[in-house]
């Protein structure tokens, strides 16, 4: 006999896949049985940065350096809510180097003011 038919989500009838008999003499006890489950590992959504690069845009903005930051961390943040993971990542660890850079030049500008000072 045909197998049942089996309703899906559209309304559209969908017969189920066709199966073997078992060779005869063979039992189902012999079969070997395995189950395969897969876990896939969810993902932190990826850093833009923005508190930090909003700081250095307006209190260490050397060289526009934080201002590119910000610029950057925006860019992550779009694409991080478009979910390309791998773009946000790019662009989040782009604003990462530029604000550590810009942190870098601030403090050796204030190392050296205050050295010429004293």
């Known amino acids: 006999p045909a197998p049942p038919p089996v309703c899906t989500r559209a ?4 017969s ?3 199966y073997e008999m078992l060779p005869a003499g063979m ?9 395969t489950v897969t876990v896939e590992e969810e993902r932190p959504p990826p850093r833009d ?10 209190y260490g903005n050397i060289f526009c350096l934080g201002l590119l930051a910000f610029f950057f961390s925006v860019k992550s943040r ?7 993971h791998s773009g946000a990542l790019s662009y989040g660890s ?6 550590i850079t810009a942190l870098v030049l601030n403090i050796i500008v204030v190392v ?7």
């Open 94 to 99: 782009t604003a990462k180097c530029l604000n």
């Open 49 to 58: 940065h923005l508190v930090w690069s909003l700081c250095t845009t307006l």
């Open 78 to 84: 779009d694409r991080k809510v478009l979910g390309d």
């Open 27 to 35: 039992n189902m006890d012999e079969m070997p049985r395995s189950t």
């Open 11 to 14: 309304g559209m009838e969908q």
């Open 16 to 18: 189920l896949p066709p």
């Open 112 to 118: 050296i003011v205050v050295t010429v000072i004293a």
